[in-house]
């Protein structure tokens, strides 16, 4: 999935065979190694051709070949979930800066390390979309509270399937802004034909968003998704109040992601197990709120990170005059 956002976004895609070694069974780990030595291979013809003044990383086995193919190049590592996974762990071995979102992280890295304390990076267009525009652009009721519904690039089945099983009573009282993902998107059809009349117009679904995802977050009152690391800098950006459900499959990262945000007061946490019981009682009790809504965006707001992109940028050019590099 990324190749077609970065390629949509207007940047060359540079692909890099790579695959986990740690945790893997031993059937697969000969041709796990052989896939990293192509890699590596890989990585130094991409790092000739292009000659980088230095490289940045953000998580995933994909980097390890291509730290391994990048000797004497200054190294920038950005963290973005609180609890780092074991590729970040070793490539902020071999960086020489790490930047992450919270204080919490530096505890994962010996103290010999550079950690800078950046924030998470959001994108620029957050900064600008308006409530009252967005809400226009998406045909949202400028005056009935706003619901936003996703799960991730991929969308999430639980989140999909429990919003779908009190859809009717959750739209007596709101609109909904829903982005299912691609796989679910074939149910839509028959959601909206079993909805009443006079609630089929507060339902608004969508496969996905690209730009207009900064509209659809501007325009919310709440959000309900997973707690990926986005959600350390995008909610608290807007001062969006979050109904947070990690995903169960991805070790401890998004709860401890929603854990940081439940105990600034900025959200609530949601087990995957509990959503078709929970979700829309937990909803409803925070529209008929709103104070608890009120305090927990001012809770949000108070942990933005707005120059954080800039930060790490900062932080990577230090580098590359640090190690005496010029561009004449």
């Not at 920038?76 to 071999?94: F, H, K, N």
């Not at 149910?187 to 507060?202: H, T």
């Not at 459900?245 to 946490?269: E, M």
């Not at 509990?274 to 001012?298: G, N």
Request: aromatic share 6%.
């Amino acid at each position: 999935m990324e190749a077609s956002l970065v390629r949509r976004a207007g940047y060359t895609f540079e692909s890099v065979p790579a695959a986990g070694v740690h945790g893997v069974g031993l059937l697969s780990l000969p041709g796990n190694l052989t896939r990293l030595a192509r890699g590596i291979a890989a990585a130094r013809k991409v790092i000739r051709r292009f000659q980088p003044d230095a490289l940045f990383f953000t998580g995933g086995f994909v980097g390890i070949p291509v730290v391994l193919a990048a000797r004497g190049l200054p190294k920038a590592v950005y963290v973005p979930d609180i609890e780092p996974a074991l590729a970040l762990r070793l490539l902020g071995r071999m960086a020489d800066v790490i930047t992450v979102t919270t204080e919490a992280s530096r505890s994962h890295y010996a103290s010999d390390r550079r950690v800078v304390v950046t924030g998470y990076p959001t994108r620029p267009e957050l900064k600008t979309a308006e409530k009252e525009k967005s809400r226009k652009y998406l045909n949202l009721d400028l005056d009935r509270p706003v619901v936003l519904v996703f799960g991730g690039s991929l969308g999430a089945r639980s989140i999909n399937q429990a919003l779908w099983g009190c859809l009717a009573n959750l739209l007596e009282k709101a609109q909904v802004v829903h982005i299912t993902g691609e796989l679910d998107w074939p149910q839509v059809r028959d959601v909206e034909s079993g909805l009443a009349q006079n609630l089929a117009g507060n339902y608004h679904p969508y496969p996905y968003l690209h730009e207009e995802m900064a509209l659809a977050l501007a325009a919310a009152d709440l959000v309900v998704s997973r707690a990926g690391a986005a959600t350390l800098g995008e909610y608290p950006l807007l001062g969006l109040p979050a109904v947070l459900v990690p995903y169960p499959h991805a070790w401890r990262y998004q709860k401890v992601n929603a854990q940081h945000l439940v105990s600034h007061g900025a959200a609530v946490q949601l087990a995957d197990e509990d959503l078709a019981s929970k979700l829309l009682l937990t909803v409803l009790e925070l529209l008929r709120d709103p104070d608890r809504l009120s305090e927990m965006a001012t809770a949000a707001k108070e942990m933005a990170t707005p120059d954080a992109a800039q930060t790490i940028a900062a932080e990577i050019e230090s580098l590359t005059r640090l190690k005496g590099i010029t561009r004449g």
